[in-house]
C-alpha cells in the first residue's frame, strides 16, 4: 500500500536570477489539508518558490508535484486548472473592471464557459451567485458594481483573497495576505483563513509571526533561498537559529 | 435617465440613417455608405484596441485581401456574388489565422510586427501585377447579386451595407459583454492575473485577432461593392491607420464610437480636400488635438459633458 500522495511535493527546486540563487535546491513536502507557513527575512526567496510551485516562474532545477502528478512543465493556466490558486504580494487585480466582473473572471477562468462568445455574463445565474457569494465572503458584497479602482488598499487585499479563492483551488498559495492591513483588517483575514475548509491545502507566506504561528500546522523557514528548518510552531519559535535569522539580534 | 434615452435616441438614429437617402441625394447616400463600412472596419480594430489592448496597424491587409478576393473572383472569373462575397470573408480571416501569431509580442512589438505584415501585402498588391492588376487594381466590380437579394442602384446598396452594419453591430454587442469579451479586458487589465485564473490569455488573444480580422474582412467584400473596383490602397498603411484613428477619435471601448470617428474623419476628408491640398495634415492635427483634449473619444467627450450639466443641474 502506498502513502496518499502529498498536496504539493517539492524536490531540489532552484531559481536562480543572473548569478543569484534565489531559491536553492529546497525541497518540501505539505500534505493534504495542512496549513504550512513560511516564514524567512526579506529577499529569502519565499515569493519565488511560489512563483515557481505554481508556474509563474520556470525554475532552474528541481521538481514540483500536485497530488502526485508532476506539474514542473505545466504552464500556469495548467497548473490552476488542475487546482492551484494563489495570491500576489503586491495586490494583482483588475483595476478598471468592476468587482463583480473580477469575480466573474475568476469563476469562470476553470471553466469552459469562459469561451462563450454569445451570451452576456450577466445571464449566468450560477456566475452571478457565486459572485455575490464570494464577495460577501470577503465584505464587500455592496460594492459588486464599483470599479476596483476606487477601492481602498485593504479593500483590494480582500478582493485579492476573493479571487483566489473562486477559482475552486484544492491548494491555495497565500503571499503575505495581512501585509499593510489594519489590525482590524488583519484580524478578519486571518479569522476567515482559519476558516477555510480542511479540504483545501494553504501554504501561506506571512510575517506577522502571531497570525502566521496561530494558523500553521507547520512551519518551514527559509534564509538566503534555503530551508533551514521544518517543524511544529512550537518547535520553530524555541530553534535559537531562527530567532537569530529571523528577528535578528535577539 | 441615461437607459431611458437610450431606446428612444437609437430609433432615431436608425429612423435618420433609413430616411436619408431619400432627403440627401446621391453623393450624400455614397458618402454615408462609405461611413459605415469604414466605422465597421474601425469597430474590427477597436475589439483589439478598446478590449483587448492591443494597438494593430495590419487591418488593411484583411480588407484589402478579402476586397481582391471578391473582385478577382467576380470580374476575372465571373464567379457570382453568393460565392465571391463568402471566399472573400474567407480569405481575409484565413490571412488573419496567419497574422494573429503576432500576438506572441505584446506593446511596441506588436505594432511594429502588425505594421510589417501589413507592408508585405501592400507589396503584393503593388508589385504582382500579373495577379492583382498593380495599381490598376482590380476594376469594372459589379453590384452584387445574390437571387433573392439583387442590387441595382447606389441606394439600394446603402440599404443592404446599413442592414449587414446593423446586424454586426448586434453581434458585437453580444461578443463584448459575454464571457469571452470579459476576458479580452481582463487580459489587458492584468495578464499575469489572468494566467494565474486559469486563462491561456495568448489563445484568447489569438482568437480575438481571428474575429477581428474576420470583421474587417467583411468591411472589405461591402467596401469592394460600393468602391466598384480595388487598388493598393486599400492595402496600404494610411488605411489601417486611419481605421485606429477612427475608433480613437470615436471613443474606443465603444460601438458607436468607431462609427462616429468614421463619419467624422470621412466628412472632414471630404469637406478639406475641396479646398485644401494638405489634407493628410489636417488629419493629423485633428488626432492630435483628438489626443489633447478628447483622449477618450467623442463618447467620453458627451459623457463628461453630461457629467457636468447633471452636477450642474443638481448643485
Ligand atoms: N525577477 C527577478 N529578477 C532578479 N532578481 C529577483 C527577481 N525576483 C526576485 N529576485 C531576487 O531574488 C531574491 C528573493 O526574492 P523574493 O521576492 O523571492 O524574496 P521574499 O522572500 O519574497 O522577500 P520579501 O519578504 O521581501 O517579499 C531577492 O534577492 C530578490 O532581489
Ligand atoms: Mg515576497
Not at chain 2, 447616400?29 to 465597421?40: D, N, P
Request: with cysteine; net charge positive.
Amino acid at each position: 500500500m502506498t502513502t496518499p500522495a502529498a498536496a504539493i511535493e517539492v524536490s531540489g527546486l532552484t531559481k536562480e536570477f543572473g548569478g543569484l540563487r534565489a531559491v536553492d535546491r529546497v525541497s518540501l513536502s505539505v500534505a493534504p489539508g495542512e496549513r504550512r507557513v513560511l516564514i524567512g527575512p526579506n529577499g529569502a526567496g519565499k515569493t519565488t518558490l511560489f512563483h515557481c510551485i505554481t508556474g509563474t516562474l520556470r525554475p532552474s532545477a528541481g521538481r514540483v508535484s500536485l497530488f502526485g502528478r508532476e506539474v514542473t512543465r505545466l504552464p500556469e493556466h495548467r497548473r490552476t486548472a488542475l487546482g492551484m490558486g494563489r495570491t500576489f504580494q503586491i495586490s494583482n487585480v483588475f483595476a478598471d473592471l468592476s468587482l463583480f466582473e473580477n469575480l466573474a473572471l475568476a469563476i469562470l477562468g476553470t471553466d469552459r464557459r469562459k469561451w462563450m462568445m454569445h451570451r452576456p455574463v450577466a445571464a449566468f445565474d450560477d456566475v452571478c451567485r457565486r459572485a455575490r457569494e464570494g464577495l460577501e465572503l470577503v465584505g464587500l458584497a455592496h460594492r459588486e458594481r464599483t470599479v476596483v479602482r476606487l477601492l481602498s488598499y485593504g479593500e483590494r487585499r480582500q478582493l485579492e483573497l476573493a479571487l483566489a479563492l473562486s477559482s475552486g483551488p484544492r491548494v491555495l498559495f497565500l503571499d503575505e495576505p495581512c501585509a499593510g492591513l489594519s489590525p482590524s483588517e488583519r484580524q478578519r483575514i486571518s479569522r476567515m483563513i482559519g476558516a477555510l475548509p480542511r479540504a483545501i491545502t494553504v501554504l501561506m507566506i506571512e510575517h506577522d509571526m502571531d497570525v502566521a504561528l496561530g494558523l500553521a500546522d507547520r512551519v518551514t523557514v527559509l534564509h538566503r533561498g534555503r530551508v533551514i528548518l521544518e517543524g511544529t510552531p512550537g518547535e520553530v519559535q524555541a530553534n535559537p537559529e531562527v530567532r537569530e535569522v529571523y528577528f535578528g539580534h535577539v | 435617465m441615461r437607459n431611458a434615452l437610450r431606446v428612444p435616441l437609437a430609433l432615431a438614429a436608425l429612423a435618420v440613417a433609413v430616411l436619408l437617402p431619400v432627403a440627401a441625394g446621391p453623393f450624400w447616400t455614397g458618402l454615408l455608405t462609405q461611413m459605415y463600412v469604414f466605422g465597421l472596419l474601425a469597430l474590427s480594430v477597436d475589439l483589439l484596441l478598446g478590449h483587448a489592448g492591443l494597438f494593430s496597424l495590419c487591418h488593411a491587409s484583411f480588407f484589402a485581401v478579402s476586397a481582391y478576393t471578391t473582385a478577382i473572383l467576380q470580374v476575372r472569373h465571373a464567379v457570382p456574388t453568393a460565392l465571391a462575397a463568402p471566399a472573400g470573408l474567407l480569405a481575409g480571416t484565413l490571412l488573419g489565422l496567419v497574422f494573429g501569431f503576432a500576438v506572441r509580442t505584446r506593446g511596441v512589438y506588436f505594432i511594429l510586427i502588425t505594421i510589417a505584415f501589413g507592408y508585405v501585402v501592400w507589396g503584393v498588391a503593388h508589385r504582382w501585377s500579373s495577379f492583382t492588376g498593380g495599381d490598376n487594381g482590380v476594376t469594372n466590380v459589379p453590384f452584387p447579386d445574390v437571387g433573392a437579394v439583387r442590387v441595382e442602384s447606389h441606394t439600394e446598396y446603402y440599404y443592404l451595407v446599413l442592414a449587414v452594419v446593423l446586424l454586426c453591430a448586434l453581434g458585437y454587442r453580444l461578443l463584448v459583454a459575454s464571457p469571452f469579451g470579459l476576458t479580452l479586458r481582463g487580459i489587458r487589465a492584468s495578464e499575469t492575473r489572468m494566467r494565474s485564473l486559469g486563462y491561456h490569455s495568448g489563445l484568447h488573444l489569438y482568437a480575438a485577432f481571428v474575429v477581428s480580422a474576420a470583421l474587417a474582412s467583411l468591411a472589405g467584400v461591402l467596401y469592394v461593392y460600393y468602391n466598384r473596383f480595388v487598388n493598393p490602397v486599400a492595402a496600404s498603411f494610411p488605411i489601417s491607420v486611419e481605421a485606429a484613428l477612427m475608433a480613437i477619435i470615436g471613443g474606443t471601448g465603444t460601438i458607436v464610437g468607431p462609427f462616429i470617428g468614421s463619419m467624422i474623419i470621412l466628412w472632414l476628408r471630404n469637406w478639406v480636400s475641396s479646398f485644401f491640398e494638405l489634407y493628410a495634415s489636417v488629419m493629423g492635427l485633428v488626432f492630435i488635438a483628438a489626443v489633447l483634449w478628447a483622449p477618450q473619444g467623442v463618447v467620453g467627450l458627451v459623457g463628461r459633458l453630461r457629467a457636468r450639466l447633471a452636477g450642474a443641474g443638481s448643485g
